[in-house]
């Protein structure tokens, strides 16, 4: 690389950058680059050319565009999408307003949304699997944000309330899909109807928010001065990390009922989101524990001279110092959590993937064509998860970490 | 915290504090009231298994374990037949995990590190493909990955007639790979014992000549010498064992299925080789961190005193890279064990498959799933105990 640099007699002036010069010196610098470089391109192209031969002339895409509701929510009775729609509009107005008042990070989770309620619009559904009502339904949300991002300019909306309003929004989002007893108008919906992408955003989202706190305990029990809280915290913390997530999945659906006298029943869904919180929240805790480890013991020795009990130290000294640290980590916790909701398909969940599977198995026509469903599923789990590691690496930058 | 000393001076701590704020029996009150719950928690948990056990007609006992299995398993390198008992099939079957776990592990380590270097070269477009490789495994969840081999490649595989055939010979097909393996003959032993000698011969010989070197300063030829052991011992031995030290057991098609030979069957290698792919992308990272992490004067500082390139990687680079490698390269080998745990999706008969056809056939999904988790945490604590040795070693020669 650096073998440029000979003194010769007389230097000459830098070449103009060029297209040439690039190719030049960033393919064909030395022999055996020149020959990766021939290789390589050989090689793409024969790839890109089998890729673009399957899909556009082998593949058979019936199983994924004949049933895009499937696909989306499942079982979920037709006749009470509304309510799915009334929270698609809550959270585009929430997108909308924290685009517009935290920018850079919402603002590329904004976007990922936005990109999802397009595609699912122009969803290619040749046998009108997808109502032209819900493409428009679609598509009306895109206006939705712009509003959402209206409100956002708002002085008196305060970055506090937003985040509020983000936090009742997912208990308002349960109580609408499943429904409650009280509202007449909200029949319950059983868990077992729910399907596809809503219960895999429901298990990753649901498993992140609510392993955090759980997970920022055990962190806490782990630094503590108390033996028994620190041997309770580690014990749990290590047995869950050593043993695979599947393996939780499956305590959790076939032996926490057990763990629970005859009267305490948990629905299926809620006990593998049980499986995903456990586990999530030990990998938290370790994170959050890098975190603890990287504020300054003398934050801690200030707020004691100034006279702080302990919990005034955790909560308003260390934590909040801890936690901004460990916000990169998280998101990228959140990326593998998501994509491992597809284990969720081995204790009989029908989420995303087994949506697909399923397709497949109840159609004699569709039998055979796995790999267009399984590259469809790829792709979607690919574009979120992309858009997500993008977005913490912007709050990498935004927060500096390792510059404070 | 450290009001310990109410006696020492004049001023009656003691009599002052109550003992509600005193915060040495907060302390212990708040620890004995924890370890009374969670004991509680456990003690409650425990006699609900047990009610429902009672009711279930379900037994709680590990006495099941010598009771014969009663299903067939795919594959096994242990004679296996289904009268032999559960703990014979869960042997089995943790041999099984163990095997894809160490084969994925190595072509992991290798193809990580291939992709990281090349994440890293100065060419544009080599960089770039490195790039997409670790981009794409990285962003798909495991299993689709996994499915995506298993149905898309290996299930498509031509049949057992019109086999692929590469050198070897290996035959490729529907029904896996099919690979010429040495066969021990009475031959053997004189080889095998000469060729173990010369390995650790030659181990030893790097070892001590090269302190020597390190120690005098004279040239000991560390590396020829052991190189020249690790030769002639082994050829020692084939002059013994006449020239032919194994029998090539070849695999022939005998009907419809080879014969003889080592199969490896398609369930084994689309579980490896999704493993070994997906965990390459995350190796690859942690590879290309590593050497990142040296500083880039290290380098210049190497070339300024004069060192060949290839020391300049040996001697300066690759020693300070490996220290920020090594712990997170073994969480990644760490999780290739754990995720093999997913060949329940697609039928590699490793520890969570049999645990989960056992629970299946006989029921004690409770005793299953404690032998189960018991295997996957010793595995991880036997793992993380050698890399706290390994972290301690390194701590000692850090500035």
Redesign the interface.
């Known amino acids: 690389?650096?073998t440029a640099i000979q003194s010769k007699g007389k230097s000459k002036p830098p070449e103009p950058p060029g297209l040439l010069t690039w190719i030049r010196k960033?393919?064909f610098?030395n022999w055996y680059?020149s020959i990766?470089?021939i290789v390589?391109?050989i090689?793409?192209a024969f790839v890109l050319f089998s890729l673009f031969r399957w899909i556009f002339f082998v593949a058979d895409w019936r199983p994924v565009t004949t049933a895009p509701l499937l696909y989306l929510v499942g079982q979920y009775p037709r006749d009470q999408l509304w309510r799915i729609g009334l929270i698609l509009i809550i959270m585009s107005l929430l997108f909308g307003a924290s685009w517009r008042k935290w920018g850079g990070v919402m603002r590329t989770f904004s976007l990922t949304y936005a990109v999802f309620l397009i595609f699912v619009a122009l969803w290619p559904s040749p046998q009108g699997g997808l109502p032209l009502p819900i493409r428009g339904f679609m598509l009306a949300n895109l206006a939705v944000i712009l509003l959402g991002y209206r409100i956002g300019g708002i002085k008196k909306l305060r970055g506090m309330y937003l985040a509020l309003a983000w936090l009742l929004s997912l208990a308002a989002n349960l109580i609408l899909l499943r429904g409650a007893d009280a509202f007449d108008i909200l029949d319950i919906v059983s868990t077992t109807l729910w399907g596809g992408l809503l219960v895999t955003l429901l298990l990753a989202v649901g498993g992140i928010t609510l392993s955090f706190p759980i997970g920022v305990l055990l962190a806490l029990g782990r630094q503590s001065?108390?033996?028994?809280?620190r041997w309770?915290c580690t014990i749990i913390i290590?047995?869950v990390?050593?043993?695979?997530?599947?393996?939780l999945l499956?305590?959790s659906s076939?032996?926490v009922?057990?763990?629970?006298?005859?009267e305490i029943r948990i629905d299926r869904l809620m006990r593998a989101l049980l499986g995903m919180i456990i586990f999530s929240a030990a990998y938290t805790a370790e994170n959050v524990r890098g975190g603890l480890a990287a504020v300054p013991t003398g934050q801690i020795e200030a707020a004691k001279a100034l006279g702080h009990n302990g919990f005034q130290i955790t909560s308003f000294i260390v934590l909040p110092q801890a936690l901004r640290a460990v916000i990169p980590p998280i998101v990228g916790q959140f990326?593998s959590l998501f994509?491992?909701?597809?284990?969720a398909?081995?204790v009989a969940i029908l989420e995303l993937?087994s949506v697909g599977r399923s397709i497949i198995q109840s159609t004699p026509e569709f039998i055979g064509l796995?790999?267009e469903v399984?590259?469809f599923?790829?792709l979607i789990?690919?574009v979120f998860?992309?858009m997500m590691?993008n977005a913490s690496q912007q709050i990498e930058v935004a927060l500096g970490v390792g510059e404070r | 915290?450290t009001s310990q000393h109410p006696s020492t001076n004049g001023v009656q701590f003691h009599s002052q504090t109550p003992f509600w704020r005193d915060e040495r029996v907060i302390?212990i009150a708040?620890?004995?009231i924890?370890?009374v719950l969670?004991i509680g928690l456990l003690y409650w948990?425990i006699s609900?298994?047990i009610?429902?056990?009672e009711?279930r007609g379900l037994s709680l006992g590990f006495d099941f374990l010598d009771e014969s299995a009663g299903f067939p398993i795919g594959e096994s390198d242990l004679p296996y037949d289904p009268s032999r008992s559960f703990l014979y099939a869960f042997t089995v079957g943790v041999i099984n995990t163990l095997k894809v776990s160490i084969i994925g592990v190595f072509f992991a380590t290798i193809l990580g590190t291939i992709v990281g270097i090349a994440r890293l070269?100065?060419?544009?477009?080599?960089s770039r493909?490195a790039l997409a490789f670790i981009?794409?495994h990285?962003?798909?969840?495991?299993?689709?990955?996994l499915?995506?081999w298993y149905?898309?490649v290996f299930i498509k595989l031509p049949k057992v007639q019109d086999s692929y055939i590469w050198p070897g010979p290996i035959y490729i097909n529907q029904r896996g790979l099919f690979l010429t393996w040495p066969r021990f003959t009475p031959q053997s032993t004189p080889f095998v014992l000469f060729t173990v000698i010369g390995i650790l011969l030659a181990i030893t010989a790097w070892i001590v000549l090269r302190r020597i070197r390190e120690t005098t300063g004279r040239n000991t030829y560390f590396g020829l010498v052991s190189v020249v052991i690790l030769v002639v011992f082994p050829a020692i031995g084939l002059l013994i064992a006449g020239g032919q030290p194994f029998e090539a057991d070849v695999p022939v098609l005998s009907g419809f299925n080879f014969k003889g030979g080592y199969q490896l069957s398609p369930e084994f290698i689309a579980l490896l080789v999704g493993l070994v792919t997906y965990t390459a992308a995350f190796i690859a990272e942690v590879v290309r961190a590593g050497i990142q992490s040296v500083s880039k004067g290290q380098h210049?500082a190497a070339?300024a005193v004069g060192l060949k390139s290839s020391h300049i990687l040996g001697l300066v680079i690759m020693p300070q890279a490996l220290r920020v490698i090594i712990p997170p390269l073994i969480s990644q080998y760490l999780n290739l064990t754990?995720?093999s745990?997913?060949a329940?999706?697609i039928g590699y008969p490793e520890i969570?498959f049999i645990g989960?056809t056992t629970?299946n056939q006989a029921g004690r999904?409770?005793q299953v799933?404690l032998v189960?988790?018991a295997v996957?945490?010793s595995i991880?604590?036997v793992t993380s105990f050698i890399l706290n040795i390994y972290n301690r070693r390194i701590q000692l020669v850090e500035r």
């Open positions: 690389m650096t960033n393919l610098n680059n990766l470089t390589s391109i090689l793409i001065t108390l033996p028994v809280f309770i290590e047995v990390r050593g043993v695979p997530l599947i393996g499956f305590l076939l032996i009922p057990l763990f629970l006298p005859p990326i994509k491992d909701t597809t284990l398909s081995g993937l796995q790999m399984l590259g599923i790829a789990f690919w998860s992309y590691s | 915290m302390r708040l620890q004995v924890t370890a969670a948990v609900n298994v009610n429902a056990a009711q070269s100065s060419n544009w477009l080599i493909i981009e794409f990285r962003n798909i969840p495991l299993l689709v990955l499915l995506l149905r898309g210049e070339r754990k995720n745990s997913l329940i999706f969570f989960k629970i999904a409770v799933f189960v988790m996957y945490l991880s604590l």
